[in-house]
């Protein structure tokens, strides 16, 4: 059972395993003035962990009851939620198929595209983001009636729901007295799902304390009529909550940190990189969980923080046992470089 089922009473809508809840602490080094306090959703599942994997149980759950068996979606190359859509609906036999548009190379980008080669059924790769709406569109019409379309990041009215859960769980741990009360939440936005449900979760849970979203990159997610949207969406889910209006009082989205662009590599962006692995935080990579690391450090002297760090720190070499160690031309492409 998760906090979601702790907390909402009534019917809720169906929901998968596939986590480990709930997710543990960390209290990285630095003055006690300016604690800050890591919720580790990168250990939340056995296999490959991150923030998706809360998205997933509610996503693919309520694929299952529908009788689906094929689901599209698309993302940048590197996508964690293009990798862990198909890793987790392999599982179920459900095919994941899905468009790619380019982003800048790293390792980890790298071996996200990997992953998502070796576990989605196809992989449609377009030059432009601007393409990735036409080409979703035509691959749904190729695939039929019988695949279910997920929102990039899984940022679905289901997917939500697991983002109103880790709200809930950080509430109950506030109650606990496992950590402190914060100065804030940080976590990074892109697809602006996650921030609103840990926003929504916070306010169903009665805590008032603002969320900052670190927007990865420029562009038109993080609207605030779009975000709203998401928030109702996922409320009607939900029974008992109509007392909640999502009017995102509190939740910041803070557009510094978004350097040159998606998975540009900048000067605050390396240090948060290179202070993640001074102290044992696998798994920070640059495209998300380094920018929103960085402003959590750039805030320190403010007092204690929350920061969510939502990619995952499972090894993904073991997950790519068999499969062909370079990339087709095509998808590398994608990376601008060589397989």
Request: hydrophobic content about 45%; proline content about 9%; aromatic content about 4%.
């Amino acid at each position: 059972m998760g906090a979601l089922e702790r907390h909402v009473g009534g019917p809720l809508p169906p929901r998968l395993a596939l986590g480990q809840w709930p997710v543990p602490w960390t209290q990285l080094p630095g003055p006690e003035s300016g604690a800050l306090f890591v919720k580790r959703e990168d250990q939340s599942g056995r296999r490959y962990g991150g923030n998706k994997v809360r998205k997933l149980e509610f996503i693919l759950a309520r694929a299952r009851s529908l009788g689906q068996d094929q689901l599209l979606t698309g993302g940048a190359a590197g996508s964690h939620h293009v990798a862990a859509t198909a890793l987790y609906a392999a599982d179920l036999g459900i095919a994941v198929h899905a468009v790619l548009v380019p982003q800048p190379d790293s390792a980890h980008a790298r071996e996200m595209l990997r992953l998502s080669a070796a576990r989605c059924a196809s992989l449609i790769p377009v030059a432009r983001p601007a393409d990735l709406p036409g080409a979703l569109l035509a691959l749904g019409r190729r695939l039929g009636a019988g695949c279910a379309s997920v929102p990039i990041g899984g940022s679905s009215p289901q997917g939500l729901l697991g983002s109103i859960d880790l709200g809930l769980e950080i509430a109950e741990d506030i109650q606990q007295g496992l950590i402190p009360m914060p100065v804030r939440l940080l976590l990074p936005l892109g697809s602006g799902g996650s921030a609103v449900g840990v926003w929504l979760g916070l306010r169903l849970a009665g805590q008032r304390f603002p969320v900052w979203a670190i927007q990865v990159s420029p562009g038109p997610f993080a609207r605030r009529g779009r975000l709203r949207g998401l928030a109702r969406q996922a409320l009607a889910l939900l029974p008992q909550t109509s007392h909640l209006e999502p009017d995102l009082e509190g939740l910041v989205v803070d557009r510094r940190w978004s350097g040159a662009g998606y998975g540009s590599l900048d000067a605050p962006t390396l240090a948060a990189l290179d202070f993640g692995g001074s102290v044992g935080l696998a798994g920070i990579e640059q495209t998300y969980s380094a920018r929103a690391l960085a402003a959590a450090l750039h805030h320190r002297q403010d007092g204690p923080q929350i920061f969510i760090h939502t990619a995952s720190s499972r090894p993904i070499a073991p997950l790519l046992t068999g499969e062909a160690p370079r990339l087709p031309p095509a998808l590398a492409a994608l990376l601008g470089g060589p397989p």
